[in-house]
């Protein structure tokens, strides 16, 4: 008889983001696979906090720079077209950085707030969430 492999499920991370910088905060708690690839991270912050993905973004994680990649980079950074989320975000309270708009300057902060097991329910979704998004390109 053939044995079966088990393999374990992936983790969902529940998330905050915050856009930092703002009184009174605009956040919203999310959901999302840990596997996640952080360029789908970014789809799905821009769709949960209401941007329309005009302008240039990256995350900071421990002073390091992840985007994608640019022909004339004006600093060091890390394609993260294949760093998955459980990658760099593995520790309940664990904090990242999100940039967009980087004449604007929104910074958001996403704070890892706890794992759930994976029950099959679809994901991402959004659980939560304060005050609209400053519209694009508003300065």
Avoid at 16 to 35: A, G, Q
Avoid at 41 to 57: A, D, E, R
């Amino acid at each position: 008889m053939a044995k079966v492999l088990q393999y374990p499920k992936n983790d969902l991370y529940q998330l905050k983001i915050t856009l930092k910088n703002i009184k009174p905060p605009i956040w919203r708690r999310f959901v999302v696979d840990s596997n996640i690839l952080l360029p789908d991270l970014h789809k799905v912050i821009q769709t949960i906090i209401g941007w329309t993905n005009s302008h240039l973004h990256q995350f900071v994680i421990d002073g390091v720079y992840y985007s994608e990649p640019d022909e004339e980079p004006f600093m060091e950074y890390v394609d993260y077209r294949k760093v998955s989320l459980a990658q760099v975000l593995s520790r309940d309270e664990q904090t990242i950085i999100y940039q967009y708009d980087f004449g604007d300057g929104w910074e958001h902060s996403i704070v890892l707030e706890k794992r759930l097991e994976d029950q099959g329910q679809e994901n991402p979704f959004c659980v939560k969430g304060k005050r609209a998004c400053p519209p694009e390109d508003c300065g």
